[in-house]
């Protein structure tokens, strides 16, 4: 609540610089310093680490859209989830496992864009609410063998829009299901929650106390 009240404080400060999609309060780069001063816990951090492997769909033309959609591959999280997401990495190492991002800070034009696409919430932000990725309060991600390099079975493809997808179904093999459980038990043993409809999406606990970001990954790499 004090973290909230502070981003409400910092925006009445601001006044008419911050733009609005209906109802929702978006954040820009002229006003990301301020909230940030008043708030270190919201700075968006590049994530690096040799235990990673960044596969970030939306910088190719391999996701649903297929087509270039970000221009630049880049991962970013708050602050918080950025130091949860590393504890992750730590825990999968006993079992010679690394981490693959196919995505996490996600600018909130691209919210737009992906709805103007896909008007299904089960896969898709409203940007009404706008994602739990426009709040660096998100990740996208995958299992690999720190040994081969090599990406372990999964129940499908990334950005899989069907019920196969969900993060409970019980259509895959005994090796997928294996894979699966690893990850959610280090994700939520770590301060992620599950997302129902994608066995890939987690979120950062307490995500509604940050800000909605559309900020570029330039613009947050300078």
């Not at 859209?65 to 990495?89: P, Q, R």
Request: proline share 3%; aromatic share 14%; hydrophobic share 40%.
């Amino acid at each position: 609540m004090k973290l909230l009240l502070k981003i409400i404080f910092v925006f009445l400060l601001l006044g008419s610089a911050t733009t609005s999609f209906a109802q929702l309060t978006i954040v820009s780069s002229s006003q990301y310093d301020s909230i940030v001063k008043a708030s270190p816990k919201l700075q968006l951090v590049s994530l690096k680490s040799n235990f990673i492997q960044q596969n970030i769909k939306y910088a190719t033309s391999d996701n649903f859209t297929h087509e270039i959609v970000y221009d630049t591959a880049a991962i970013f999280l708050s602050l918080d989830a950025h130091t949860a997401l590393l504890k992750v990495i730590d825990f999968l190492k006993p079992y010679n496992v690394g981490l693959i991002i196919y995505d996490a800070y996600r600018p909130y034009r691209y919210t737009v864009k992906f709805w103007d696409l896909i008007h299904d919430d089960r896969y898709v932000a409203d940007p009404q609410k706008g994602s739990r990725h426009n709040r660096g309060c998100a990740v996208d991600v995958g299992l690999y063998d720190l040994k081969t390099g090599k990406s372990l079975d999964m129940p499908t493809a990334y950005d899989d829009f069907s019920e196969k997808a969900a993060a409970n179904s019980k259509d895959r093999t005994k090796l997928q299901s294996k894979n699966v459980e690893l990850l959610q038990q280090a994700m939520t043993c770590n301060g992620f929650q599950l997302f129902a409809t994608e066995w890939w999406h987690f979120d950062y606990s307490g995500y509604q106390q940050y800000p909605i970001y559309d900020i570029s990954f330039q613009e947050l790499s300078k």
